[in-house]
């Protein structure tokens, strides 16, 4: 894939997930279990890398640190708009890189604020993603059942679709 095109769908993919507060984070539990739990987005432009924030004492960083294959899904029901990204994790502890995200709304999580000695970061490195974006809104979701129903093309009104977004693949 040219880097154009790699660049095209991680703009696509920004726009689909840019109002979606929580993302269901998924990570292999060392017992060899999926455990999915909600995590906020930190607030950057996705150029596919995601940024959470998370305790040093997180089961989430011993899973990492077993397997960091990851995945991370956004749901926008009223966008009738769902992404699925796939990706490798590691856990930065940078003061900089925290710096740079800190929001107030993480205080809420981190009583010590930015310097909280517990905190630190999830970067996921997107691979891949899968997306569903349907018409928006209740009557568009309906206009789409209605005309799948009566049409060939079910999916003439909704956009699905895999994308590879490691550079250079």
């Keep these: 894939m040219a880097e154009h095109d790699r660049q095209q769908h991680i703009k696509q993919l920004a726009g689909m997930i840019r109002d979606v507060d929580i993302a269901m984070f998924t990570t292999v539990g060392v017992d060899g279990r999926l455990y999915s ?3 906020g987005t930190q607030e950057v432009e996705f150029d596919g890398d995601l940024w959470f924030a998370t305790e040093a004492d ?11 294959r990851v995945n991370v899904s956004y749901s926008s029901p009223s966008g009738n708009t769902y992404v699925s990204v796939a990706g490798t994790a590691r856990i930065v502890d940078d003061r900089a890189k925290i710096e740079e995200l800190w929001s107030p709304a993480m205080k809420l999580f981190f009583p010590g604020g930015k310097d909280d000695p ?6 996921v490195s997107a691979e891949s993603a899968e997306y569903w974006d349907g018409p928006g809104g209740l009557l568009g979701s309906a206009l789409y059942f209605v005309l799948s129903a009566v049409t060939d093309d079910p999916g003439a009104l909704s956009d699905t679709g895999t994308v590879d977004l490691k550079p250079g693949a």
């Design 37 to 39: 739990r909600p995590l």
């Design 58 to 68: 997180s089961p989430k960083v011993a899973e990492i640190a077993l397997n960091p």
């Design 118 to 123: 517990n905190l630190r970061l999830i970067h």
